[in-house]
């Protein structure tokens, strides 16, 4: 495992209010990625960091930041939460691009009510 | 657009028997295509991964199979065991636009149930 923790695991929030999501990763991997899961859309990419200060928009980036200050951590803000962003979020790693497997964080339930 | 499509939502198969799950893709940039597994509450786990200059990678009872022409690809799980009940997801990357570090696009993924 490329020990990734998720913080929080679960976190119910009320519209309007802003949200950080955290990503720790051990491993010293390069690249870092932000997934939003969601029925009906499998998995969706938000946003994506290639190194420290490094990062970019993935296909539904829209009411999403991104920031990545140290190689391990990779945080997820929602500026202002909207119904529309709840979902499980998950981050995901790896050391190379390509075909090498992606590792996943176990998610964070969000519920903006 | 979605890129990489898989139609059946779910699949249940006999214990014993063979599992195959179908991904068709668009993007004819895409050169690395993978599987993964998902269990309820848990992030998805890699299973396998082929590359496009291929057309068969085998792993234990995971083989996928890649049709090219046919944008199309298959994960065979044999023989199917109740533990692989979970949802798979299709993923396929390309290398080639944004040096390949632009994340992977997923399929929708599928059930897969096995029956005792």
């Known amino acids: 495992d490329a020990g990734i923790t998720q913080s929080p695991r679960h976190k119910v929030t009320e519209t309007g209010t802003p949200v950080t999501l955290r990503c720790h990763q051990t491993?010293?991997?390069?690249?870092m990625y932000w997934y939003r899961q969601d029925p009906g859309h499998g998995l969706r990419l938000i946003h994506y960091?290639?190194?420290?200060?490094?990062?970019d928009k993935g296909e539904v980036s829209d009411g999403y930041s991104v920031s990545r200050s140290k190689t391990e951590d990779f945080l997820l803000t929602l500026e202002s939460a909207t119904s529309s962003q709840t979902s499980v979020y998950f981050c995901?790693?790896?050391?190379?691009?390509?075909?090498?497997?992606?590792?996943f964080g176990s998610g964070t339930r969000l519920t903006v009510v | 657009d979605q890129q990489v499509k898989q139609n059946s939502p779910s699949l249940s198969v006999q214990e014993g028997r063979i599992s195959i799950l179908n991904c068709d893709y668009t993007?004819?940039?895409?050169?690395?295509f993978l599987w993964y597994k998902k269990y309820p509450a848990e992030g998805p786990t890699f299973l396998i991964s082929?590359?496009?200059?291929?057309d068969k990678n085998e792993d234990g009872r995971f083989t996928v199979f890649l049709n090219k022409s046919a944008k199309h690809l298959s994960l065979h799980i044999v023989p199917s065991q109740p533990g692989d009940s979970a949802v798979y997801f299709c993923?396929?990357?390309?290398?080639?636009?944004?040096?390949?570090?632009?994340?992977?696009?997923f399929g929708k993924g599928t059930h897969l149930i096995i029956q005792p």
């Open positions: 082929i590359s496009s200059i291929k």
């Open positions: 993007n004819s940039m895409f050169d690395y």
């Open positions: 993923a396929a990357s390309a290398s080639n636009t944004g040096g390949g570090a632009d994340g992977l696009t």
């Open positions: 491993e010293n991997h390069r690249y």
């Open positions: 995901a790693t790896t050391p190379l691009i390509g075909g090498y497997g992606y590792t």
């Open positions: 960091s290639y190194g420290v200060k490094d990062t």
